[in-house]
């Protein structure tokens, strides 16, 4: 097994369903990954060791998923220079997602976080891939050959339409 590059990290086991899809993509993308439960509010000292180790141990990148009052990727992003990307989940605690995006989302100046949409793990699991490609040639082929799938299906749905009709 190769070192993990990027750090897959969540507020909850209860994200799990969510965060898998950031695990899936980044095993097809063939991106090696760490993924463990950290939380802000139950295990703060747990989420600081992660946070203030994670560079030393070789991560690139960390993905960080909270739901409700969601303060794990804005203080993981203030315990390092590592890139953090937030993905908001729609927690069964969560007022319709909105809390989670708008504390993942709304940082202060200095300490970003690249925020996806809500639940959109998948998207943070390519944009880590796209983070640690940019300087490693093997992954940044692996996107290419991968959005080159998307580009096709879409091509095929087109020609698909074309010749059975909408129906
Ligand atoms: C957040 O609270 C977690 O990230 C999770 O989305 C939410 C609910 O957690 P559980 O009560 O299901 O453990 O901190």
């Known amino acids: 097994m190769s070192k993990p590059l990027a750090g897959i ?7 799990l369903a969510i965060m898998k899809e ?9 991106v090696p990954f760490e993924l463990t439960i ?29 739901g409700g009052a969601a303060h794990l990727p804005g203080m993981v992003a203030s315990l390092t220079t590592l890139p953090v990307i ?5 927690s069964r605690n969560s007022i319709d997602g909105w809390d989670s995006v708008l504390s993942i989302l ?3 100046g200095g ?3 690249a925020t996806v949409a809500l639940d959109g ?9 796209e983070i640690i490609g940019a300087f490693d040639e093997e992954i940044s082929d692996n996107l290419a050959r991968y959005k080159k799938g ?4 879409v091509l095929d749905s087109v020609e698909e339409i074309k010749n059975k009709g909408w129906k």
């Open 106 to 108: 709304q940082m202060p």
């Open 121 to 129: 793990a998948k998207n943070a699991g390519i944009l880590a891939a």
């Open 86 to 90: 937030g993905v908001p989940v729609k």
């Open 111 to 113: 300490i970003p976080v």
């Open 38 to 66: 950290v939380s802000a509010h139950r295990t703060p000292h747990r989420m600081l060791e992660y946070a203030e180790s994670a560079k030393s141990r070789g991560l690139k990148v960390i993905i960080a998923g909270a």
């Open 150 to 153: 998307l580009k096709e299906k």
């Open 9 to 15: 990290i969540m507020g909850s086991q209860s994200d």
């Open 22 to 30: 950031a695990a899936d993509i980044l095993e097809e993308l063939q």
